[in-house]
C-alpha cells in the first residue's frame, strides 16, 4: 500500500494557511493574559495549529491510495465425472493429485473443478464419478465464469470426450490455454442399444399415436432379437430385429392408442443379445401426456359462403380444435355436443332475416367469446346492442369498400408488422358505412383504408378486458384475401396466421381459481428437487398469504406422501427431493373463506441416463479443442511429462494494482484530532480561569 498526497490548488497557498493561523493566534493571545508566559505561548500555538489544519482542509487536498497485490498464474483440473469416463479416470486421480501438490509447490495456484461443483482443498479422491449426462462446455464456462479477470492460463481437461448435452466445446472461445488429458476407450464396445426413441409428447384421447425407436448395434452381425413397446408391463407390440452388418441402424414404427387421460407411461425394450457389453441401454422410457383438450369452435353462418370455407380451413389446420359448422338456413338446429363452445363465430348472425338471433342470446348469457362476422345481411343495429365493444351508425344499408391496413400500435398477439404490409394489397371488403366507436378496452387490429386514403375507422377489433371475449370483423370476404395472398406469395401464411392467432386468443380458457399449485416444469430429472409454486387469492383477485397447504403426493403403484406447508410471500414455493423416475399425481388442498378448496395436476420424473447411449471415447474432438485454445492433447500416460514442460515454461504472475482518491477531509480521524486539539486549548483556558 503507497499514499500520496495531491493538491487541487498551488502548493504555496500552505504559506496563506500559516499565516491565517498565526494572525488568528495573536490576535487572541497578544494581550497581557492571567496565566504565564510559557502556557500563553503554548495555547496560542494550539490555537495556531487548529485555525492552520482547518484552513488547509479548505484547499481540498487529495489522497491517493495506491495498493499493488500479485496474482499467480493459476492452474485449473477441470474433471469429467460422468459416468462413461468412471473405469478410466478414478484411476487418473491420483496422478491428478500428486500433479497438484506439485504444481502448488512450483508457485501455481491450483483449483479442481467437477461438472456439478469445485473440489474443495483439491481433494481429488473425494471425487464420484456418477454423473449421468456430460456438458462439457457448461464445465469450461463455469471454470471462464469463476475466474474471469483473474491469471488463469491452463485448464487440464479430463475426459473421454463424449458430450452428451449441450454444444461441442470446441466451438467455444476461452480465454485460456486447454489441454485435454484422455482417458477411455475409443473402439466400439460389442453391443446393440436403443439410440433414441421418437414420439409426440402429447396426444389427443382415442386416437393412434407413433412411437419410432431407433436401433444401433455394433459388431454382432447374425444375430437376431426384438424390441417391444409396453404400458405398465404390458406388450403392445413386438418386433423382430435381424442384425444383418457388423455396424447396424434401423428405425422400428409403432402405433398405439389409449384410453385413459393424463401422462401415460411406456417403455421401449430391446431382448438382450449373447456377446453384447451392456444391457442397461436395452430400454427406454417414454411418457405421453394424453389430453382430451381440444377446444370447440362453433362456427355458426346464416348461408352458404366461400367465407366458411376458408374459416373452416384456416381452424382445421390446427390439431387442438373440434370445429362444428352450422348454416342456418339448410338447419336451424344446433349439433349436440357434450361440453360448451369455447369460442363461436357467427357469419352474418345476426341477420335481418331473424334466424339464430335467439341463439346469440344463449351464448352471450353463458359469456362465450363470440367473433362477428358482418355482413349484407346483417342485422347492425343489433350487432351494436350485443356485442358492447364496437358500435356501427349504418346509413340506411349502404356499404363501402376498404381494404385492411394494420395497425402497428397493436402488440396484443406477437404479429410481424412487416409482412402484415401485405394487407394492403389484398381485395376490398363489403363493410357498412357510417361512423364507427369504440368501447373502452377495445384495440384495434386492422383500419379500414379507403382507396389511398387511411381512415381511423376499424376494420377488426378485439376486446378481452371483459367478462367475455368480443371480436368484430366489420365486412365480409375472407376468402378473397387467402386466394389473393396465395396468387401473389404462393402461400396463405399473413391471412391464416393473424385468424389463428385472433381465434387462440378468444378461445384459450382464462383459469378464475383462487387457489392453485403446480409443478413449476411438467418434466423433472432424477435426483432434482421438484419444486411447487402456491397462489392464492382474495375475491378482488389480490394474492394472500398465511394459508397452510396439504400436498399429496401419489406415484403409479398407489403409494402417497403428504406434506404440509404454510404459504408465505417470501417462500410461495415449496421443494420436494427424493423422487425416483415415474408419472406423479397430487392433490393439493387449502381453507379458504369460500370453503376447502382443491387443485389436482401431474407431473414427470425422468431418469436421463444418457451415458449409455455412447461409452466410445472421442479423442478427435479433445484433439480439436487443444489445437483451438493453444493447448496440448495430453494422453493419460504422459501427465507427469505435461507437468514438468509446465513447471519450465511457467507463466508470469501478474501484478494487479488499484488507485483510490479520497478528498483529505473526508477522512475521520482528522475531525477527532482538531476536537482534541480545541477540547485541549479550551481546557487549559478554563483550568486557569480564562473564558
Given at each position: 500500500m503507497r499514499s500520496e498526497l495531491l493538491f487541487q490548488t498551488p502548493y504555496w497557498f500552505i504559506i496563506f494557511c500559516l499565516l491565517a493561523g498565526a494572525a488568528y493566534a495573536w490576535l487572541l493571545y497578544q494581550p497581557v493574559p492571567s496565566w504565564g508566559k510559557k502556557l500563553n505561548y503554548g495555547l496560542a500555538f494550539l490555537r495556531g495549529l487548529t485555525v492552520t489544519a482547518i484552513c488547509f482542509l479548505l484547499l481540498s487536498p487529495l489522497i491517493r491510495k495506491t495498493e499493488t497485490t500479485i496474482d499467480k498464474a493459476k492452474v485449473v483440473f477441470a474433471i469429467d465425472n460422468s459416468e462413461s469416463v468412471k473405469s478410466y479416470a478414478a484411476a487418473q486421480l491420483k496422478n491428478v493429485s500428486a500433479a497438484a501438490q506439485e504444481l502448488t509447490t512450483a508457485g501455481f495456484e491450483v483449483s479442481i473443478q467437477t461438472l456439478d461443483r469445485p473440489v474443495k482443498n483439491n481433494e481429488a479422491d473425494s471425487i464420484r464419478f456418477d454423473k449421468n449426462k456430460t456438458d462439457l462446455s457448461g464445465l469450461l464456462q463455469t471454470v471462464k465464469s469463476n475466474f474471469e479477470g483473474r491469471n488463469l492460463t491452463d485448464v487440464v481437461l479430463l475426459s473421454d470426450g463424449i458430450v452428451n448435452q449441450g454444444?461441442?466445446?470446441?466451438?467455444?472461445?476461452?480465454?485460456?490455454?486447454?489441454?485435454?488429458?484422455?482417458?477411455?476407450?475409443?473402439?466400439?464396445?460389442?453391443?446393440?442399444s436403443i439410440k433414441d426413441v421418437i414420439s409426440n409428447r402429447v396426444a389427443y384421447l382415442g386416437n393412434d399415436f407413433p412411437v419410432k425407436a431407433e436401433i444401433v448395434a455394433n459388431g454382432l452381425a447374425g444375430k437376431t432379437t426384438t424390441v417391444s413397446l409396453k404400458q405398465n408391463g404390458r406388450i403392445i407390440e413386438t418386433q423382430k430385429v435381424l442384425i444383418d452388418k457388423a455396424s447396424f441402424f434401423k428405425s422400428y414404427d409403432f402405433k398405439t392408442t389409449s384410453s385413459q387421460k393424463g401422462v401415460q407411461h411406456y417403455t421401449v425394450e430391446l431382448?438382450?443379445?449373447?456377446?453384447?457389453?451392456?444391457?442397461?441401454?436395452?430400454?427406454?422410457?417414454?411418457?405421453?401426456?394424453?389430453i382430451d383438450g381440444r377446444q370447440k369452435i362453433l362456427l355458426l353462418a346464416l348461408t352458404p359462403h366461400p367465407d366458411i370455407k376458408a374459416l373452416r380451413s384456416l381452424i382445421e389446420s390446427n390439431d387442438n380444435y373440434d370445429l362444428d359448422?352450422?348454416?342456418l338456413t339448410i338447419s336451424g338446429n344446433l349439433p349436440v355436443t357434450s361440453k360448451p363452445y369455447d369460442l363461436v363465430i357467427l357469419h352474418q348472425v345476426p341477420n335481418v332475416l331473424g334466424q339464430g338471433n335467439a341463439m346469440v342470446r344463449k351464448f352471450i348469457d353463458a359469456k362465450t367469446p363470440i367473433l362477428y362476422i358482418l355482413g349484407n345481411q346483417s342485422a347492425?343495429?343489433?350487432?351494436?346492442?350485443?356485442?358492447?365493444?364496437?358500435?356501427?351508425?349504418?346509413?340506411?344499408?349502404?356499404?363501402?369498400?376498404?381494404?385492411?391496413?394494420?395497425?402497428?400500435?397493436?402488440?396484443?398477439?406477437?404479429?410481424?408488422?412487416?409482412?402484415?404490409?401485405?394487407?394492403?394489397?389484398?381485395?376490398?371488403?363489403?363493410?357498412?358505412?357510417?361512423?364507427?366507436?369504440?368501447?373502452?378496452?377495445?384495440e384495434t387490429i386492422l383500419y379500414q383504408k379507403v382507396g389511398t386514403l387511411n381512415t381511423s375507422k376499424p376494420l377488426l377489433i378485439l376486446n378481452t378486458t371483459a367478462e367475455q371475449k368480443i371480436a368484430v370483423l366489420a365486412g365480409e370476404g375472407l376468402w378473397q384475401w387467402r386466394q389473393e395472398e396465395y396468387a401473389l406469395t404462393n402461400k396463405q401464411d399473413v391471412v391464416d396466421n393473424l385468424f389463428q392467432k385472433l381465434i387462440q386468443i378468444l378461445s384459450v380458457r382464462e383459469d378464475k381459481r383462487k387457489f392453485r399449485v403446480y409443478p413449476v416444469r411438467a418434466e423433472f430429472e432424477a435426483g432434482e428437487q421438484?419444486?411447487?409454486?402456491?397462489?392464492?387469492?382474495?375475491?378482488?383477485?389480490?394474492?394472500?398469504?398465511?394459508?397452510?397447504?396439504?400436498?399429496m403426493i401419489t406415484d403409479e403403484k398407489g403409494k402417497s406422501r403428504q406434506f404440509t406447508y404454510t404459504h408465505s410471500a417470501e417462500n410461495p414455493r415449496f421443494n420436494i427431493s427424493g423422487l425416483s423416475e415415474g408419472v406423479y399425481r397430487f392433490q393439493a388442498s387449502a381453507s379458504l373463506r369460500a370453503g376447502l378448496e382443491k387443485v389436482n395436476g401431474q407431473f414427470v420424473i425422468r431418469n436421463a441416463d444418457l451415458e449409455m447411449n455412447n461409452t466410445t471415447a472421442d479423442f478427435g474432438m479433445l484433439r480439436e479443442l487443444a489445437k483451438n485454445t493453444g493447448g496440448e492433447f495430453v494422453p493419460s500416460t504422459s501427465l507427469a511429462q505435461f507437468v514438468q514442460k509446465l513447471k519450465q515454461n511457467r507463466p508470469s504472475d501478474r501484478l494487479d494494482s488499484s488507485e483510490e482518491m479520497v478528498e483529505l477531509i473526508h477522512l475521520k480521524w482528522l475531525f477527532f484530532l482538531l476536537v482534541i486539539l480545541m477540547g485541549i486549548e479550551w481546557g487549559l483556558r478554563k483550568y486557569h480561569g480564562g473564558y
Open positions: 454444444i461441442s466445446p470446441a466451438f467455444g472461445r476461452y480465454p485460456f490455454k486447454v489441454n485435454t488429458l484422455a482417458v477411455g476407450d475409443t473402439i466400439p464396445d460389442l453391443d446393440i431382448g438382450s443379445v449373447a456377446g453384447e457389453s451392456s444391457t442397461r441401454n436395452n430400454k427406454r422410457e417414454i411418457y405421453i401426456d394424453i359448422v352450422q348454416i347492425v343495429p343489433l350487432v351494436n346492442t350485443l356485442n358492447r365493444s364496437l358500435t356501427i351508425s349504418a346509413m340506411n344499408g349502404q356499404t363501402d369498400k376498404v381494404t385492411a391496413r394494420y395497425n402497428p400500435s397493436f402488440h396484443m398477439l406477437n404479429l410481424d408488422a412487416e409482412s402484415l404490409k401485405l394487407m394492403e394489397r389484398l381485395p376490398p371488403l363489403s363493410v357498412p358505412f357510417g361512423e364507427y366507436n369504440l368501447s373502452s378496452g377495445t421438484v419444486v411447487f409454486q402456491t397462489e392464492v387469492y382474495n375475491d378482488i383477485y389480490e394474492q394472500i398469504y398465511g394459508q397452510e397447504v396439504k400436498l
